[in-house]
C-alpha cells in the first residue's frame, strides 16, 4: 500500500491566517482525499482531488475557504483561509489503496486556533 | 443521505473478554464496508474491506463480518494492545466518498 507523508503534524495558529497542509504520496495516484475529523465526530470528506482540474468539493466546504492545489499525481495541498476557533479539527489526506488494501491515510495535522 | 453509525461509543473490557462492534450503514450503492483501527495521533490504519452480505475476514483476534444493513467487528480474547478506536466507513456514490461512523473507543484492561 502506499506511504503518505503529511505535514506539518500539528499546528498552533492566531485566527484570521491561513495555513497550507502538505501531503506526499510514494507512488503516483490519481485521486487524493481532502478530510477533517472534528473532536467527537467523524472523519468527514472535504474534497477529492484529481490531477490536471479544478478540486470536488462535499457540501458545506467550499473552494475560498479550503483551496486545494494537485500539481501532480504524488503531491497535493490544502489551504485551511481565514482560520477561526471553529476550524481547530485534525486534518487528513488519503490515497486509494491496491488490491485489498483499502484507502490509506496519512497521519493528519492537528490544527488549533486561537 | 448516506449514514453510519456506530455503537458503542465506549466499549471497556478486560483481557479476554470477547465482545463485538456493531455498524449500521445506509449507503447509497455501497460497493465496500471498510474498517478502520486509529490510535490517538495518528491517521487510520486500515484493517477489513467487506463487498458483499456474507463476507467474513478475519486477522488475528478480529473478525468483521457484512450483512445488507449493518457489520460487526469480533474481537476474541482482546489484549490490551488492542486498545484504539474502530472505525467504520461505507464508500458509495459516484466520486468513490467514504461516509465514516464517529467510531467506538474501545480500551482493553489487563
Known amino acids: 500500500s502506499a506511504v503518505i507523508s503529511q505535514k506539518p503534524s500539528r499546528d498552533i495558529c492566531q485566527r484570521g491566517t491561513s495555513l497550507t497542509i502538505q501531503c506526499q504520496v510514494d507512488s503516483q495516484v490519481t485521486m487524493m482525499f481532502w478530510y477533517r475529523q472534528q473532536p467527537g465526530q467523524s472523519l468527514t470528506l472535504i474534497a477529492t482531488?484529481?490531477?490536471?482540474?479544478?478540486?470536488?468539493?462535499e457540501s458545506g466546504f467550499v473552494i475560498d475557504k479550503f483551496p486545494i492545489s494537485r500539481p501532480n499525481l504524488t503531491f497535493s495541498t490544502l489551504t485551511v483561509s481565514n482560520m477561526s476557533p471553529e476550524d481547530s479539527s485534525i486534518y487528513l489526506c488519503?490515497?486509494?489503496?491496491?488490491?485489498?488494501?483499502?484507502?490509506?491515510f496519512g497521519s493528519g495535522t492537528r490544527l488549533t486556533i486561537v | 443521505e448516506d449514514q453510519v453509525t456506530q455503537s458503542p461509543e465506549a466499549l471497556r473490557l478486560q483481557e479476554g473478554e470477547s465482545s463485538s462492534l456493531n455498524c449500521s450503514y445506509t449507503v447509497s450503492g455501497l460497493r465496500g464496508l471498510f474498517w478502520y483501527r486509529q490510535d490517538p495521533g495518528k491517521g487510520p490504519e486500515f484493517l477489513f474491506t467487506l463487498y458483499s452480505a456474507g463476507e467474513e475476514k478475519e486477522k488475528e483476534r478480529l473478525k468483521a463480518t457484512l450483512t445488507k444493513k449493518e457489520s460487526f467487528l469480533h474481537i476474541t480474547a482482546p489484549k490490551p494492545e488492542d486498545s484504539a478506536t474502530y472505525l467504520c466507513?461505507?464508500?458509495?456514490?459516484?466520486?468513490?466518498?467514504?461516509?465514516f461512523g464517529k467510531g467506538t473507543l474501545l480500551t482493553v484492561n489487563p
Open positions: 466507513a461505507g464508500e458509495g456514490g459516484s466520486n468513490y466518498k467514504l461516509t
Open positions: 482531488a484529481n490531477q490536471g482540474s479544478e478540486a470536488t468539493y
Open positions: 488519503s490515497v486509494a489503496g491496491t488490491g485489498n488494501y483499502g484507502y490509506t
